[in-house]
């Protein structure tokens, strides 16, 4: 299956450092607007062709699948031309600067018997696998509640805040937060379901040239509840996932390699909060050990996207149902356009 | 004569608008839209251009009645993709820029990191080994922009036919910047001197900013590659040792030998670390012999290019980088 990938920025990293590891999947083509960029991850990653146009990329490369790792407001026409092509589209998320546009590529993707697969990265993480392994088998029980909570300096002058260079995020509605809203509805969506109502609370701290730092979202779901929030000013970073279910509850940072259950023990009752207490310790320390070597070696917090590109190219390979479907795609974006401000400033 | 500096209120480059000042040529200098200019205390003559070589449309402008480019900006701090776009794609869209102008010359500040110390031996100087594809890839975010900053740079030299002098700075030190990667590792107060008899190609700030201005005036300099240090340079341990005393941080200094340092790095990185990049660069064997390998540099076609020697020497910088500030 030959692979391109347009928009050689951080994230195309790893996706490209990922594509390496995966069998029958062949890098042929990159291409960026700078030449230096494209031909350095050209070089970086083996492949044979670089490319400044992406339409002539298409053209000569002729890729079965393309990765869109631009910024999210070329997204819309970068897919649209890979569809044009005959290819698959993994996009990055946000998939599109608006609802209408995602309906417009599903629309196109499915016209032409091709696939646009959305970057949920953090749904494919080993913590929300295990948690969701857990409810498919019934030992969980029916989830309740879940409650999506990262915690992420974007203040500095280096991202989102650089004073000199407004970053391209920065034009969505919600600005830099925006660009956190498909993790957040992407985890809650998988564990209640489609959204029927959502209720928002966007805020802002402290003086930065982002329209807001902090969000707060209520989403009924179709399976059950989901809290949804983003701090910028609450340290450390993490990425706080809690599920509720009927029987157990689950407690991950999807930042580290953390995750603890808590659900019932055959022991008496003034007993179960000690031994689980003890229990959670250890998976504590041994959760610890682990993020400490996964700094290492591999994709570290990226393993979900490693795990959804392995997935995606499974099934497109042999025909099997994807990880991420279209109607997934556009329930979780429906999801974010109700969590979205109404005003673009508090 | 005008010259345009870019990163002109950095640390090289401040100094750079100062000694291109003394010279008599006129300064257009090139800094970030929020950047803070009051504490530099430019003259008025010294004419802002205030642009964001990542995103700035308006860049062509900057060449205006401009004979000569200084290019200084690179991103030093960050990842590896910040350091890349902020200085790699940064210098395609200035130099894309300067190829709609008439200025024709450039004098580009590279660095040593370009060069591959792995493979060099000896002596260290402009003919030495640069980083081959694709094992530059392996080193730091820093190494690969500057290499590919040249890279760039040459190329658009060669299609263009531009007058392209290459400068590549050692270790510049100076008033708040005396602490330098070449100095070990530090743990908290204390250090480990690592080859305390190495020498570090150093130059001073002030000294740097000189052959820049010279670079930029003298036509000798034209179609060069000069490195720029001050001399053979200081050893570590009595570097060390001044700017400690200097700068008034005690600590322990504990010397290492080199080859005990570099041999237990490449065990560990072969055994422990199983050959992992993302560790700590110092652990990291290639990263390593860039910061510490004991080599012999010189200056000599610096000087018989353009007939430099520093301004100042070593007691004399000492005294500039920790004795009390000049009076503006």
């Known amino acids: 299956m030959k692979a391109a990938l347009i928009g050689a920025g951080q994230i195309a990293r790893q996706h490209l450092t990922c594509l390496q590891t995966l069998p029958g999947v062949e890098l042929t083509a990159i291409c960026d607007l700078s030449p230096a960029t494209a031909e350095a991850a050209a070089e970086r990653y083996g492949i044979r062709a670089w490319f400044t146009d992406h339409r002539a990329m298409l053209e000569k490369a002729r890729p079965d699948v393309v990765h869109v790792t631009t910024p999210p407001t070329s997204h819309f026409r970068l897919a649209m031309d890979s569809f044009d092509a005959g290819a698959h589209v993994i996009v990055e ?70 004073p000199n260079s407004p970053h391209p995020a920065l034009t969505l509605a919600g ?48 399976r059950g509840t989901a809290a949804l929030s983003f701090s910028s000013s609450s340290q450390p970073d993490a990425l706080w996932l809690r599920v509720y279910g009927e029987r157990m509850q689950a407690t991950a940072n999807l930042f580290e390699t953390r995750l603890t259950f808590d659900g019932p023990r055959n022991v008496p009752k003034p007993l179960r909060p000690f031994l689980s207490g003890l229990a959670e310790g250890k998976a504590i320390r041994r959760a610890a050990l682990a993020t400490l070597l996964r700094k290492f070696k591999g994709p570290g917090t990226y393993e979900g996207l490693w795990e959804l590109l392995t997935r995606t190219y499974r099934a497109l390979a042999d025909g099997s149902g994807l990880p991420v479907t279209a109607s997934d795609v556009l329930e979780v974006n429906r999801m974010v356009e109700a969590l979205k401000p109404r005003e673009q400033r508090p | 004569m005008r010259a345009l500096v870019t990163g002109a209120n950095g640390f090289l480059g401040r100094h750079v608008v100062a000694a291109l000042l003394a010279r008599g040529v006129e300064v257009r200098a090139m800094v970030r839209p929020a950047a803070r200019l009051e504490a530099l205390g430019w003259p008025s003559c010294v004419e802002i251009f205030r642009a964001d070589l990542r995103t700035s449309r308006e860049l062509a402008r900057a060449f205006e009645g401009v004979d000569v480019l200084l290019h200084l900006a690179a991103v030093v701090s960050g990842g590896e993709d910040a350091q890349f776009a902020g200085t790699v794609v940064a210098t395609e869209r200035l130099l894309d820029a300067m190829a709609s102008s008439a200025c024709r010359r450039l004098v580009l500040c590279s660095s040593f990191s370009v060069y591959d110390y792995s493979s060099t031996h000896r002596t260290l100087d402009e003919g030495s080994p640069l980083h081959p594809v694709p094992d530059v890839y392996t080193r730091d975010g820093y190494t690969i922009a500057k290499w590919w900053q040249e890279r760039v740079t040459r190329r658009f030299a060669e299609q263009q036919g531009w007058n392209l002098a290459v400068l590549r700075p050692g270790f510049i030190w100076g008033r708040d910047h005396g602490y330098l990667a070449a100095l070990g590792q530090q743990l908290g107060r204390h250090h480990l001197v690592i080859g305390p008899l190495t020498r570090i190609p150093m130059t001073h700030v002030e000294n740097c900013a000189d052959v820049f201005a010279l670079a930029a005036a003298d036509p000798r300099a034209g179609d060069q590659t000069l490195n720029v240090v001050d001399g053979p340079g200081e050893r570590i341990w009595s570097y060390l040792s001044d700017h400690m005393r200097g700068s008034g941080q005690p600590g322990w200094r504990l010397p290492i030998p080199y080859w005990l340092a570099i041999g237990t790095v490449r065990l560990a990185f072969a055994t422990v670390f199983r050959r ?19 080599l012999h540099f010189e200056n000599r076609r610096l000087r018989e290019t353009l007939g430099w020697t520093p301004p100042f020497d070593y007691k004399q910088c000492l005294a500039r980088t920790y004795g009390p500030a000049a009076p503006r």
Do not use: M
């Open chain 1, 175 to 222: 600005g830099a937060i925006a660009d956190f809203l498909p993790h957040l509805a992407s985890l809650a969506h998988r564990f209640v379901g489609p959204h029927r109502t959502a209720q928002t609370v966007w805020t802002k701290r402290k003086p930065s040239p982002l329209p807001f730092d902090e969000f707060r979202g209520i989403v009924d779901g179709e």
């Open chain 1, 93 to 162: 998320k946000p998939a599109t600067s608006t609802f209408e546009e995602l309906e417009a590529l599903v629309r196109r993707a499915q016209e032409g018997g091709r696939h646009v697969i959305e970057d949920h990265n953090y749904v494919f993480n080993r913590a929300p696998q295990e948690i969701l392994r857990r409810i498919k088998s019934g030992e969980f029980g029916a989830v309740t509640h879940v409650e999506v909570l990262i915690c992420l300096d974007i203040l500095g002058p280096n991202g989102f805040a650089d």
């Open chain 2, 276 to 294: 992992a990049t993302k560790v700590p660069s110092i652990l990291i064997p290639r990263r390593f012999e860039s910061r510490l390998k004991p």
